[in-house]
C-alpha cells in the first residue's frame, strides 16, 4: 500500500519560488505516473502537472506551464514540484497523487489511486 506525504508549502509573496516535495512510502513509485494537482478554497480540484514513470515526458495546465517544473528521482522515491513566480491565484492545496489500475490520461484524477495528504500553499501580496 503506497503513501504519499508532501512537504514544502508555505507562506510566500508573489513573484516568489517554492519546491514541494511527495515522499513516497510502503512501496515503489518508480513505475507509476505521478502527478500534482490543487485545490483553492472554494474551488474544484484541478490538474496541475504530471511527469511518467521515466521522467521523459511531463504534462502541465496551462494554467502553471512556464513556472512550474515537475520532476522525479525514483532511485529515492520522490517527486518535487518546482514553482516560480508564483502568483495569488496559486493559492491553494497541492496534493501528490499516484497512477491507478485504470489510468486513462495524466490529467485526470480518476487515473490516480493514490493521494497524499496536502500541503498548503498561500501567496500573499
Known amino acids: 500500500q503506497v503513501q504519499l506525504v508532501e512537504s514544502g508549502g508555505g507562506l510566500v509573496q508573489a513573484g516568489d519560488s517554492l519546491r514541494l516535495s511527495c515522499a513516497a512510502s510502503?512501496?515503489?513509485?518508480?513505475?507509476?505516473?505521478m502527478a500534482w494537482f490543487r485545490q483553492a478554497p472554494g474551488k474544484e480540484r484541478e490538474f496541475a502537472a504530471a511527469?511518467?514513470?521515466?521522467?521523459?515526458?511531463?504534462y502541465y495546465a496551462d494554467s502553471v506551464k512556464g513556472r512550474f517544473t515537475i520532476s522525479r528521482a525514483n532511485a529515492e522515491n520522490t517527486v518535487t514540484l518546482q514553482m516560480n513566480s508564483l502568483k495569488l491565484e496559486d493559492t491553494a492545496v497541492y496534493y501528490c497523487?499516484?497512477?491507478?489500475?485504470?489510468?486513462?490520461?495524466?490529467?485526470?484524477?480518476?487515473?490516480?489511486?493514490?493521494w497524499g495528504q496536502g500541503t498548503r500553499v498561500t501567496v500573499s501580496s
Open positions: 510502503g512501496g515503489s513509485v518508480s513505475k507509476y505516473v
Open positions: 511527469i511518467n514513470w521515466s521522467g521523459v515526458m511531463t
Open positions: 497523487a499516484a497512477q491507478g489500475a485504470r489510468y486513462s490520461s495524466p490529467t485526470q484524477g480518476l487515473s490516480y489511486d493514490y
